[in-house]
């Protein structure tokens, strides 16, 4: 199986900063690579798809970027609805696997 | 609007078997598949297994096997997910999620999740 090291686990930053968060493979995937955002109590919402694809009606201050083994989902300017956990996933074979998720706070 | 609606919440005793289902709508779900996911408290995502919308085909995760059937009924547009000799541990929030994009495995909408509840 693959598996997706994502990192942080958790960050704390101020509204209208830039968030980055990296989730690593553990073997090549090309771009197979999802995004998701999860809310208490919801369920995940895919942002991204294929590494850098916005998903449709998702905002723009949203963005990934990479390939191989090595991903970045960026906040351009985090705002107070963007508090939330973020995951990534990757769909290069069987099994899908999620990264751990990185749980997103205000500062 | 597509809307995947589940099943309300369970309580099921050890060794007991629980089917969760899914009735998917505003798409035709033959021209999909479905993935399962999991989701214990306070944890991560876990991929269960997927089924094909279109020949009702079923792949599972190797962790699940033997123990997890998935099926549909295109009849009423309704996946299911049963999984039996519920331990403990199987408590956990289940998704029922459309496979779309081209691949089919970007996980596009998702159910409003079935807590499942294993205790004694």
């Known amino acids: 199986d693959i598996q997706m090291t994502q990192s942080p686990s958790s960050l704390s930053a101020s509204v209208g900063d830039r968030v980055t968060i990296t989730c690593q493979a553990s073997q090549d995937i090309n771009i197979y690579l999802n995004w998701y955002q999860q809310k208490p109590g919801k369920a995940p919402k895919l942002l991204i798809y294929d590494a850098s694809n916005l998903e449709t009606g998702v905002t723009s201050r949203f963005s990934g970027s990479g390939s191989g083994t090595d991903f970045t989902f960026t906040i351009s300017s985090l705002q107070p609805e963007d508090i939330a956990t973020y995951y990534c996933q990757h769909y290069d074979n069987l099994p899908l696997t999620f990264g751990g998720g990185t749980k997103v706070e205000i500062k | ?120």
């Not at chain 2, 779309?100 to 495995?105: A, E, R």
């Open chain 2, 1 to 120: 609007q597509v809307q995947m609606v589940q099943s309300g919440a369970e309580v099921k005793k050890p060794g007991a078997s629980v089917k969760v289902s899914c009735k998917a709508s505003g798409y035709t779900l033959t021209s999909y598949n479905i993935s399962w996911v999991r989701q214990a408290p306070g944890q991560g995502l876990e991929w269960m297994g997927w089924i094909s919308g279109y020949n009702g085909k079923a792949s599972y995760a190797l962790k699940f096997q033997g123990r997890v059937t998935m099926t549909t009924d295109t009849s009423t547009s309704t996946a299911y997910l049963e999984l039996r000799s519920l331990r403990s541990d199987d408590t956990a929030v289940y998704y029922c999620a459309r496979g779309g994009g081209v691949s089919g495995w970007c996980l596009d909408y998702w159910g409003q999740g079935t807590l499942v509840t294993v205790s004694s």
